[in-house]
């Protein structure tokens, strides 16, 4: 006699005498095994790390869904699915994958300015799986990587033929000249000339054989900054400075940096509110600083009358005092009100002075020359100064 039985979503044909049915599949039944089918590159440890279903634990539809989520996520798999079976009562799982291509070859051509090691370092690696988002990505980080160092006429182009009939990823880079900065100007400046903004940038125009003047973006943006520092330092707060590049007509090679600045309206200090002390008056800490109201705001400044303040604390033992300076915004244009929070915190003493590195001078040379002693208040200037 010849039976056929449905044996948890398989049919099995089969002879002689039936087996006892298996119990249907639920949740909580304990799991017996977890198997993989079509794995070719992917090693079986890796899918391991990524599902978080094991042998042993109890069975949950949900996170079985979960983990084929997870697998597909991973981008490593162009599809994925899960199948299950009853064997004596416990619950094998199978999870079932397709992997994606992966990468034969990574090649350069054309590369002078940057090593292989260098590029390298952008683009995906030969066994990697075959994304076609990540090679593209590369090839942009390529040419931006060429352009941040002044080859603004490079190109990099992908070989598809290449990567469709070889899986091979193969990059075809043309350098072009590298541009040079001809001349530097400045739009915008009314307060400063270009002398003074000339002084904080990086970046130098060419001159033959001193210099090859040689543009980089990565040193332009930090020239941009540094210019909107000063402006705020100066008290311009609403200061922007960005750049752009004009290209020669004649020679592409050569091009004019120009640093276009909104300088916007200068601050003055309305007035200066101290809030927290106790050890000082508000109007004795006021004699220490240099910025009053009228000032404009520089930051030079404000950074001098704040170690002041913190040395005025210092000296008669309050080394943990802290000033923290804020600046309110008025509704009148170009006026703030600057306010100083003071927390004092608590008074200390020197403990045991110790002389470390002295290996020729004795301690008592030393210490005739410091003017504190174990057990006096700590006084932050004169142990600076010693």
Known sequence: MRWLIRWSGRFLLGGGAARAQEPPLTDGMLIKAVEFRGLEAIGEPFIRRTIKTREGQPFSLRQTEEDVRELLRSRKFLAAFATTRVEDGQVVVVFNVQEKPTIVSVELEGNKRFSDAELFELTPAAGEVLDQYA???ARQDILQ???????????????????????RVVYRIVEG???????????????????????????????????????????????????QRFYREEGFLDARVGYRLDFDEVNRADLTLVFVIEEGVRYRVQEVLIEGPEVFSPERIRQEMRL?????????????DLKRVQDLYGEIGYVAARVEPR????EEPGVVRLRLTITEGNRSRFGRITIRGNQRTKDEVVRRELRFYPGEYYNTVEARRA
């Open 292 to 304: 009053t109201a009228g000032a404009f705001l520089r930051d030079e400044v404000l950074q001098a």
């Open 177 to 227: 000249p590298r541009v040079r900065v001809r001349k530097i100007r400045y739009e915008g400046n009314r307060r400063y000339g270009p002398l003074q903004l000339g002084g904080k940038i990086e970046t130098k125009t060419y001159i033959w054989i001193f210099r090859t003047g040689e543009f980089d973006e990565e040193r332009a943006d930090r020239d941009a900054l540094a210019l």
């Open 145 to 167: 990587k060429y352009r941040a160092k002044g080859y603004y006429y490079a190109t990099v182009e992908l070989d598809e033929d290449a990567l469709r009939l070889d899986r």
């Open 135 to 137: 090679i593209n990505r």
């Open 327 to 330: 600046t309110d915004f008025l």
